[in-house]
């Protein structure tokens, strides 16, 4: 079946701009998570979803970035009034199962963000 | 806090030659779990394994291995006979049961096959 998609897969864009990145997870998953992957930081955790709902948001930088998701589907991250250290590969990841421990979570392939 | 570590930046092996990735790991959780992905350059995250920590048995998958050592909070990775498609980058994570899902990642170990 489809893997994890995500859109678009480069942005680039001029500092102080906002910029939304679009997630579409695997039918059927219930948990969606995004992260983010610097040459700096590594890959580090952002925002956690389960359903709708964002029981963690401790990985998210600043009040800049925000996500939301909607139908228990498709999210998105914005980052509003861009950074050039905000320059990344984000990727967003699905697990399948809700509740009762964890279950693996796939990966989509990344949207690479330059911020000019 | 969780943390994981990933020693080794770099590794090059001759192709056929068998390569360890080492993973140590640091959580005050009693329950959680381990994971290897791997990303080659086309860039995308690939699951290779996970393992909970009840599960101390080795597996093996191919020519795929893991030790998972909870005495020394490790879990170790062997290619045997590697392969030039083996080449990428491989990031060992960490991550807690119920209500802590996140993933806490090690800062990846690229492996170059040489043909």
């Known amino acids: 079946g489809a893997g994890v998609s995500q859109s678009p897969s480069n942005k680039v864009t001029e500092k102080g701009k906002d910029v939304e990145l679009r997630c579409d997870p695997i039918s059927g998953h219930t948990a969606l998570y995004w992260y983010r992957q610097s040459l700096g930081q590594g890959l580090e955790f952002l925002i956690y979803f389960q359903g709708n709902s964002a029981p963690d948001k401790s990985g998210l930088p600043s009040d800049r970035f925000s996500a939301e998701r909607t139908g228990g589907s498709v999210s998105t991250l914005t980052i509003q009034r861009t950074q050039q250290e905000d320059s990344a590969v984000y990727l967003c990841a699905s697990s399948p199962r809700l509740g009762q421990g964890l279950d693996t979570q796939y990966f989509g392939p990344g949207t690479r963000l330059t911020v000019l | 806090a969780q943390k994981v570590t990933q020693a080794q930046t770099e590794i090059s092996v001759v192709e056929k030659e068998d390569v360890t990735l080492d993973c140590v790991y640091e959580t005050r959780d009693t329950t959680y779990y381990l994971f290897w992905y791997k990303q080659p350059p086309s860039g995308e995250l690939v699951f290779l394994i996970r393992?909970?920590?009840?599960?101390?048995q080795n597996e093996i998958s191919g020519r795929y291995s893991w030790n998972f050592q909870k005495s020394t909070s490790s879990f170790n990775f062997t290619i045997t006979a590697s392969q030039v498609v083996d080449s990428a980058v491989y990031f060992c994570a960490l991550s807690g049961y119920f209500g802590n899902e996140k993933l806490t990642f090690g800062t990846g170990t690229r492996l170059t096959i040489i043909p």
């Open positions: 393992r909970n920590s009840f599960d101390e």
